[in-house]
């Protein structure tokens, strides 16, 4: 299957700092991304759709000054936590949409687990 | 977005088969039925999708009910690998997006 490339897979930063997460299409052009945060045992939750060169989409509650998504080439998105506290310690992760001959699917990476101290 | 509904969770024995139930009595037309699976501390992964036939590949079979109100993944010998929280989603291909409910965790005993 597809491959979908994400990094870190983990983070701990200091309360204030920003945090800067890539993903990755390895194998497939994607023009639209989407970003999901978890907690434990929770399932994963919505927090944007990035489109390739126009402005992100973000859920209801989600704050897009705090949540930056840049998607600015057919493989690559990004999303920078600004001015990280605690409570955004989660699990992030990304997935990439291919819209393939029959029907789309989704392909995610493999997460990254942000610890804000 | 037309809603889906799993149990909690399921057990099975290892090397036995495992069918892993999903309604969805609100589904249109259009929506196809994904499932993926999410192994701990992992982003989940793509298991299979189906539209009305049912549908094998090498990880899972999914049958889908004729009137499309429910559908089973089926797991035809489970491995302690296979252990790992299942989702069943609907999704059209005009856009919409893929709503994870809280799934099915499986656990596989050995």
């Known amino acids: 299957g597809a491959v979908v490339s994400q990094h870190p897979s983990w983070v701990i930063c200091k309360s204030g700092t920003s945090v800067k997460i890539e993903c990755r299409s390895l194998d497939f052009q994607a023009t639209t991304m989407f970003w999901y945060r978890q907690f434990p045992k929770q399932s994963l939750m919505l927090m944007a759709t990035?489109?390739?060169?126009?402005?992100?989409?973000?859920e209801q509650g989600v704050e897009k000054d705090k949540f930056l998504i840049n998607h600015a080439s057919l493989t690559l998105s990004t999303l920078t936590v600004t001015s990280a506290h605690p409570e955004d310690s989660s699990f992030y992760i990304c997935s990439a949409l291919d819209r393939g001959k029959t029907n789309e699917k989704l392909f995610f990476g493999s997460g990254t687990q942000l610890s804000v101290l | 977005d037309a809603k889906t509904t799993q149990p909690n969770s399921m057990e099975s024995n290892e090397e036995e088969p495992v069918h892993l139930p999903c309604n969805h009595s609100?589904?249109?037309?259009?929506?196809?039925i994904h499932w993926y699976r999410q192994l701990p501390s992992q982003g989940p992964e793509y298991v299979i999708h189906g539209l009305t036939s049912n549908v094998n590949n090498r990880m899972a079979s999914l049958a889908i009910a004729e009137d499309r109100k429910s559908s089973t993944l089926i797991l035809h010998r489970a491995t302690l690998r296979d252990a790992a929280v299942y989702y069943c989603i609907l999704r059209n291909n005009y856009g919409q997006n893929f709503v994870f409910g809280p799934g099915t965790r499986l656990s596989v005993l050995p």
């Open positions: 609100t589904i249109s037309g259009t929506d196809y």
């Open positions: 990035s489109n390739e060169g126009s402005k992100a989409t973000y």
